[in-house]
């Protein structure tokens, strides 16, 4: 069957050309396709290939990444585990400096406890005591005896073992608790320690003032008849002198008593009765050894003087030896000049001998000796023939030693 041709205008085309045409056209698409898959196919080839690049890169990456995770994982385990050993050793450390400190802390509370139970058993001992010296003071006797051995103590710390008597029986038959023996008489001086206490202790425990005047009341009354009894007791002439002692064991009784009964006080000197405490009492014994030692001194004072011409003696015997200890030395300067002398001499004749300056022998009756140690005349020198005399050599003069003669230190050089 045969194609008409196509009349397009004014052009005519024929149909096997444009079938081929349009043939051509589609191989030219087909072909431009093939092309364009192909680009798209490498390209996409290459983006893999880039993209594999990538990955691994960006395998190696997380890798590396990985890597150090694991080493900053580490380092900060290692980090917090040693972070946590100072903190345990820390901890551990404080805890048992806190453990030592609380130790030291309880063992010196125990130590404090024990000491408090120490002074609380003191305590309980001085409030025993204190009863118990409430007691001897409200016995009569027991309070005398307290206050005599007070007495005792003092004068026997004070004075020589002779120089006093406990108890002593005076011609009366009465025996007071100390005489004490004065030098140079037969007279002593007498102590009493057996001071009323009784109205003292009610004087102070008193609270009203009734109560108290009838306290002082007793106080005077009982002190006074005490003084009272000691000048009539131990006042004998001859045998005691006339004054005497009364001791008061008790430095807080003196004080009332010189603070509200100076009118006591007045008394008792007026009666030649001295009223002691402790402190006055250590004051007269100690004036009374002073006493003791000066009379002593005087009792020995011919000794002294005997004593004293000996040894006025001996220093005459010193003056002798130490005048023959000086001769003895003159007599040692005169012989070391004498070896000086010599010395020179000897030295002169070695120095002849050195620069052969020999003198012609002389004859023996000419040689006569000397009263200077008989050293030969000197004659001129002579010059021996068949040589001539050599020429003097200056010669060194040996310093003569200096002898200082001791000073005769007793004639006052």
């Not at 108290?212 to 006042?235: C, L, W």
């Not at 009784?253 to 006080?265: G, K, P, Q, T, V």
């Not at 011919?302 to 040894?311: F, N, R, Y």
């Not at 006569?368 to 023939?385: I, M, R």
């Amino acid at each position: 069957m045969a194609l008409e041709p196509l009349q397009v205008g004014s052009i005519t085309l024929d149909p096997v050309h444009v079938a081929l045409a349009l043939a051509g056209l589609a191989v030219l698409a087909l072909l431009a396709l093939a092309i364009i898959l192909i680009v798209l196919i490498v390209r996409r080839k290459r983006e893999g290939a880039a993209n594999d690049t990538q990955l691994g890169e960006m395998r190696v990456r997380l890798q590396t990444l990985a890597e150090v995770s694991v080493t900053r994982h580490g380092e900060l385990a290692r980090a917090v585990n040693e972070r946590l050993d100072r903190m345990t050793h820390k901890v551990g450390s404080d805890l048992n400096e806190t453990a030592r400190k609380t130790h030291d802390s309880i063992s010196k509370l125990n130590e404090r406890l024990a000491v408090i139970d120490t002074a609380q058993k003191n305590l309980t001992d001085l409030s025993s005591n204190m009863v118990s010296l409430q007691e001897i003071l409200a016995n009569k006797q027991a309070r005398g005896a307290f206050g005599q051995m007070r007495m005792e103590t003092i004068v026997k710390d004070g004075l020589p073992a002779g120089a006093y008597t406990f108890q002593a029986t005076l011609s009366n038959g009465k025996r007071p608790d100390c005489l004490l023996h004065m030098p140079n008489t037969p007279a002593g001086i007498v102590i009493d320690a057996k001071f009323p206490l009784e109205g003292f202790e009610a004087f102070r425990t008193a609270k009203r003032e009734r109560e108290k005047k009838e306290a002082a009341r007793r106080v005077r009354t009982d002190v006074t008849r005490h003084i009272e009894a000691m000048a009539e007791r131990y006042f004998i002439a001859g045998e005691t002198q006339d004054t005497a002692i009364l001791f008061v064991p008790s430095e807080a009784i003196y004080a009332d008593l010189a603070e509200h009964f100076s009118d006591i006080i007045q008394k008792a000197h007026r009666a030649r009765i001295v009223i002691c405490a402790p402190n006055m009492m250590m004051l007269a014994v100690q004036t009374m050894q002073a006493i003791m030692k000066d009379v002593q001194m005087r009792e020995q004072a011919h000794l002294i003087q005997k004593e004293v011409a000996t040894l006025m003696t001996d220093m005459g015997r010193f003056r002798d030896r130490v005048l023959d200890l000086q001769r003895h030395f003159g007599q040692a300067n005169d012989d070391i000049d004498k070896i000086l002398t010599s010395s020179e001499k000897i030295t002169k004749r070695g120095r002849k001998i050195e620069t052969l300056d020999f003198d012609e022998p002389a004859p023996q009756s000419e040689i006569a000796p000397q009263a200077n140690g008989g050293q030969p005349l000197s004659h001129a020198p002579v010059a021996p023939q068949g040589r001539q005399k050599p020429a003097p050599q200056p010669r060194r003069e040996t310093p003569r030693a200096r002898v200082i003669r001791q000073p005769d230190l007793l004639a006052g050089e």
